[in-house]
């Protein structure tokens, strides 16, 4: 793999594409600068390298050109970010932009407008491609919550730089941890998803009952295995059209000597509400009228023991309704006992949406070995998919 490590970038121009698309509040301020804070260590390096840093990306959905999309909203974040003085030119493509770029001098800082303002980035139009190419010496791709888009600054570009492209620091650090847990992984590997439904993580099953020891499941999913297997799920979220599929799965597991564990019991609740009246219930025994909205007690016990066991945990999903202090106990027991493994020496990666808003909630960010920054790009590469924007590079 790639890296910028492997480049000096002394006199040279460096094509960041990064992933700048931050939330912005009424008046244009960024809200959350974790994502320019994560690009921070590439363009340091570098900039102390003695090159020059010419930042690429999106912010949001623009239709053409609207202002309120306009990445000039960031600029003064960005530089407050890096404690450097950041420059900017209002068009990614031609003349302006190439001229910017032509004033900068080494150790200096230029973002481009919001790439998306033409059409030709998401539809990876390739003379809009070289266009961008013509920009950089040395394209870096560091934008790992785009890398499943096979976009004109994701991938395309990489073509025009046919041996000087790389992949930013934190673009291979994401690559890595997922390498941990799915090519060079310590066992047992223990993968734990959650979240709200089974068809959205089928794919990730899929994958990794080739590369696990144990799958543990929770979450609102838990309900279509255990309806599958005959029991009495009550209100709890189920998709019917789903059973058939748990069964597979399971029957799959039981091939390739993988352990399944699910809930034994659950946090039952009379309605969807932290207002709910709640008991501890078997979680194949609930009744009509109430739903399962977080693991029991005795199912913590043995998910905790399972994950003390483990030497790779990777974790995708709640485990309950989090959201909703009274069903988040589950889901804090489940992350402290990943972050106990974690300190006894197993590696754990929590990823996809949900479980990183988890994480973060519970003050457990420090605790785990490493948190994905990207939600659809980190799921696509579970599914066992090959990213556009990693091959772009390792070709
Ligand atoms: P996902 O995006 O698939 O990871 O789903 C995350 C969502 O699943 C969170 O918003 C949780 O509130 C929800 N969830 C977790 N457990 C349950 C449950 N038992 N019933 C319904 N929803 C759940």
Same mark, same amino acid.
């Given at each position: 793999?790639?890296?910028i490590k ?21 008046q ?10 994560a ?8 900039l ?6 010419i ?11 609207q202002?309120?999309?306009?990445l000039?909203h960031i ?7 890096l404690g450097?003085?950041v ?5 990614c493509i031609g ?6 770029v ?17 059409e030709?980035?998401?539809e990876g139009?390739l003379?809009f ?7 950089g010496d040395?394209?870096?791709n ?11 600054s994701?991938?395309?570009v990489?073509?025009f730089f ?10 291979a650090?994401e ?6 847990? #799915?090519? +060079?992984?310590k @066992?047992?590997?223990? /993968?734990?998803?959650?979240?709200? %439904?089974?068809?959205? !993580?089928?794919?990730? *099953?899929?994958?990794i ?12 999913m ?14 709890? #979220?189920? +998709?019917?059209? @789903?059973?058939?599929? /748990?069964?597979?799965i399971?029957? %799959?597991?039981?091939? !390739?000597?993988?352990r *399944? ?18 008991r501890i ?17 005795k ?11 483990? !030497?790779t945990i ?7 309704v ?14 402290n006992?990943?972050a106990?493994?974690t300190?006894?020496g197993?590696f ?5 949406g949900?479980s990183?808003a ?7 960010? !420090?605790?785990v070995s ?8 980190m799921?696509e ?5 090959v990213?556009?924007?990693i091959e772009?590079?390792?070709?």
């Amino acid at each position: 793999m790639k890296t910028i490590k492997d480049f000096n970038f002394k006199d040279q121009k460096a094509l960041i594409r990064v992933d700048f698309n931050v939330p912005l509040n009424e008046q244009f301020q960024v809200t959350d600068a974790n994502r320019i804070e994560a690009a921070k260590p590439t363009i340091l390096k570098i900039l102390n390298d003695g090159g020059k840093v010419i930042l690429m990306s999106h912010l949001g959905r623009p239709k053409g050109i609207q202002e309120k999309y306009s990445l000039n909203h960031i600029v003064a974040k960005v530089a407050d970010v890096l404690g450097k003085p950041v420059k900017f030119v209002d068009d990614c493509i031609g003349k302006k932009a190439e001229t910017a770029v032509n004033q900068l001098k080494n150790g200096e800082v230029l973002l481009l407008e919001n790439l998306r303002f033409y059409e030709e980035e998401e539809e990876g139009d390739l003379q809009f491609s070289e266009k961008l190419s013509k920009l950089g010496d040395i394209y870096v791709n560091d934008a790992f919550g785009t890398a499943h888009r096979a976009h004109a600054s994701t991938t395309i570009v990489a073509k025009f730089f046919p041996t000087a492209k790389c992949f930013g620091l934190l673009m291979a650090a994401e690559i890595e941890s997922i390498n941990k847990v #799915l090519k +060079e992984s310590k @066992k047992p590997v223990t /993968a734990i998803l959650g979240g709200a %439904k089974v068809s959205s !993580k089928i794919g990730i *099953i899929e994958n990794i009952l080739d590369k696990v020891d144990n799958i543990i499941i929770g979450g609102g999913m838990t309900f279509t295995f255990i309806k599958a297997m005959s029991g009495k799920v009550g209100n709890s #979220l189920v +998709e019917d059209d @789903k059973l058939e599929l /748990a069964l597979e799965i399971m029957e %799959k597991a039981k091939q !390739k000597n993988v352990r *399944i564990y699910l809930p034994i019991d659950a946090i039952i609740a009379d309605s969807f509400s932290n207002d709910a009246q709640i008991r501890i219930e078997d979680v194949n025994n609930i009744p009509d009228g109430w739903m399962g909205l977080d693991v029991g007690p005795k199912t913590n016990v043995g998910f905790s023991f399972v994950i003390a066991q483990s !030497k790779t945990i990777l974790w995708n999903g709640p485990v309950g309704v989090f959201e909703m202090p009274k069903f988040a106990k589950g889901t804090i027991e489940l992350g402290n006992a990943i972050a106990e493994a974690t300190e006894d020496g197993a590696f754990s990666l929590v990823g996809g949406g949900d479980s990183v808003a988890a994480v973060k909630q519970f003050k457990l960010e !420090k605790k785990v070995s490493y948190v994905s920054t990207g939600g659809g790009a980190m799921l696509e590469m579970l599914e066992g998919r090959v990213l556009p924007g990693i091959e772009a590079i390792n070709n």
